[in-house]
């Protein structure tokens, strides 16, 4: 049985830990959040207010790093020294450098790191991966993908909101369909982009241009109560696969619509996630990999560099 630890019990940890708290082989036995009270709805586990007490107190196998986003690195260093498998959320950093610094650390100990970006494991998205790479449909000829929603009031100490702490949308938000078309597709021959960024709220319209297809994209923060929302449109020489209402459609040149129930609209949470198996699936890879000692390499670190270039320079 792994022993888990997670530290930062807030938004995307409640997505985590159901996770966790699901899988036979791991047993989620400590949390840590500088607020106490946010543990108090997971009873059975071991309780900490200090980060460097649960790693001198716990064996643990694999931490799960649920924090703000300028923390990530720092945290993940300290565990993998000891020896820990670490699964990070999204983004590793806003610092390039801090990706060399992070995998050196897990190498240095022959321990396992991964960050979670979650589009690589979700079923609607990785079959457009699939698609492409096929060839099913012939060439991929455009591309449209968005991430829309109001800006976020539910952080801790409101440090999303500043740009120092979490990067606003482009290191927050964009990065999702950002990483997920450097994976599928390759870093993009070119970008440009256009942002509406206020105190008040931030919005990015990006073209990335690829061999052959370029894909536009936009994400936001909006002043507004815009509900939260995210999708995407392909368009292949035969093929349209549009997600849409989180339900992925392929419409066919030959007339035939194929409606793909992998995703059910339902809703969970204060962040209003769509409750698909991705953050389960993201979960139960590295824990694959930790259990059979096999590379955690869906994610590279070479992608996550690109990604973070990219993102400085929107
Ligand atoms: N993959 C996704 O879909 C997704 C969605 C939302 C957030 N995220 C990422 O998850 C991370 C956390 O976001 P969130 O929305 O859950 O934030 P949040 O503010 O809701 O939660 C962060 C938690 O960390 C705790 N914390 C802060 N400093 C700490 C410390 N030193 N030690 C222990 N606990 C500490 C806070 O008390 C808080 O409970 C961010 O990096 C964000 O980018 C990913």
New binding site residues.
């Given amino acids: 049985m792994l022993k888990i630890g997670l530290?930062?019990?807030?938004?995307?940890?409640g997505a985590h830990i159901p996770a966790w708290d699901a899988m036979e082989e791991t047993e989620l036995t400590a949390l840590?959040?500088?607020?106490p009270g946010?543990m108090e709805k997971y009873p059975g586990k071991r309780r900490y207010t200090d980060?460097d007490k649960m790693l001198e107190n716990e064996e643990l196998d694999i931490l799960d790093i649920?924090?703000?986003?300028y923390?990530?690195a720092d945290f993940a260093v300290k565990a993998l020294e000891r020896g820990i498998n670490v699964i990070c959320?999204?983004?590793i950093s806003l610092n390039e450098e801090d990706v060399a610094r992070v995998y050196g650390a897990a190498e240095k100990r022959h321990v396992k790191f991964m960050v979670?970006q979650?589009l690589r494991f979700w079923p609607e998205y990785e079959l457009v991966r699939r698609i492409y790479e096929s060839g099913k449909y012939g060439a991929l000829l455009s591309g449209s993908m968005s991430r829309l929603g109001c800006r976020p009031k539910?952080?801790?100490d409101g440090?999303m909101l500043d740009e120092k702490r979490s990067g606003l949308v482009p290191f927050?938000l964009h990065i999702h369909d950002l990483d997920f078309l450097v994976y599928a597709f390759g870093a993009p021959k070119k970008a440009t982009s256009f942002r509406a960024k206020r105190p008040e709220q931030d919005y990015i319209n990006a073209v990335y241009e690829f061999g052959g297809f370029f894909v536009t994209t936009q994400a936001s923060w909006f002043a507004a109560p815009y509900p939260f929302g995210a999708g995407f449109l392909f368009q292949f020489e035969k093929a349209v696969a549009a997600y849409e209402g989180g339900k992925l459609t392929v419409y066919e040149q030959n007339g035939k619509v194929i409606e793909n129930a992998a995703a059910g609209p339902e809703k969970s949470g204060v962040?209003n996630?769509p409750t698909t198996n991705a953050y389960a699936n993201e979960i139960r890879y590295f824990t694959d990999c930790v259990l059979r000692d096999e590379p955690a390499d869906k994610v590279k670190p070479e992608q996550l560099e690109t990604v973070i270039r990219l993102l400085h320079r929107l």
Avoid: M, N, Y
């Fill in positions: 530290v930062g019990v807030g938004g995307i940890s840590c959040d500088i607020r946010q980060f649920c924090l703000p986003t923390l990530h959320e999204k983004p979670a979650v539910w952080s801790w440090w927050d962040i996630l």
